[in-house]
């Protein structure tokens, strides 16, 4: 009689659910690849040029994806947003990107220092459309020091480079 999953270690369990994600990951980014290729878009040498193509945030986000480390892009492209949202829905964004992002039990926390977040706290009251500007460049800064660089040496960007 088969005694299912629960014979099998936890560890190896756990390895097998990794596996799958990265699996599909690959199948999702692969398909997305092909079927932008006829866009002829090169893949930018600057965090600044990747982050102004769909293909290019696309493959970053596949390989930030991989790292765990998807919450500054996201933090990134939400405060791109909250900059050009009309004044009557600044203050309802503000808040959904300091809870998702800033507040230390957030779910998607990024990395920014005791000083930053203070700043931020004390500006969540009044919010305007330039509230996360020095966040969103502080990020921005961490990306393109530490992330961009290892993300053009990965087969991410190796990879998207050879099929563009």
Same mark, same amino acid.
């Given at each position: 009689?088969? !005694?299912?999953?629960?014979?099998?270690?936890?560890?190896?369990?756990?390895?097998? =659910?990794?596996?799958?994600? #990265? &699996?599909? %990951?690959?199948?999702?980014?692969?398909?997305?690849?092909?079927? %932008? $290729?006829?866009? @002829?878009?090169?893949?930018?040498?600057?965090?600044?040029?990747?982050? /102004?193509? =769909? &293909?290019?945030?696309?493959?970053? $986000?596949?390989? &930030?994806?991989?790292?765990?480390?998807? @919450?500054?892009?996201?933090?990134?492209?939400?405060?791109?947003?909250? !900059?050009?949202?009309?004044?009557? #829905?600044?203050?309802?964004?503000?808040?959904?990107?300091? /809870?998702?992002?800033? /507040?230390?039990?957030?779910? %998607?926390?990024?990395? &920014?220092?005791?000083?930053?977040? @203070?700043?931020?706290?004390?500006?969540? *009251? @009044?919010?305007?459309?330039?509230?996360?500007?020095?966040?969103? %460049?502080?990020? +921005?800064?961490?990306?393109? =020091?530490?992330? +961009?660089?290892?993300?053009?040496?990965?087969?991410?960007?190796? *990879?998207?480079? $050879?099929?563009?």
């Amino acid at each position: 009689m088969c !005694k299912g999953l629960s014979a099998i270690p936890s560890s190896c369990l756990e390895k097998a =659910k990794g596996m799958r994600v #990265k &699996l599909s %990951h690959l199948a999702e980014k692969q398909e997305w690849v092909y079927k %932008h $290729r006829a866009n @002829e878009e090169k893949l930018p040498q600057d965090l600044e040029s990747l982050l /102004n193509s =769909k &293909l290019g945030i696309q493959t970053f $986000r596949w390989f &930030l994806r991989s790292e765990f480390s998807e @919450e500054n892009l996201e933090f990134w492209l939400a405060c791109e947003e909250y !900059k050009n949202s009309p004044g009557s #829905k600044l203050a309802g964004k503000a808040q959904n990107i300091y /809870n998702q992002f800033i /507040n230390p039990d957030a779910p %998607h926390e990024v990395n &920014l220092d005791s000083e930053a977040r @203070e700043a931020l706290t004390g500006l969540m *009251q @009044e919010p305007t459309a330039d509230t996360f500007d020095e966040a969103q %460049h502080r990020i +921005f800064s961490l990306m393109a =020091k530490d992330s +961009f660089p290892r993300f053009l040496r990965s087969s991410y960007g190796q *990879q998207t480079i $050879r099929v563009l």
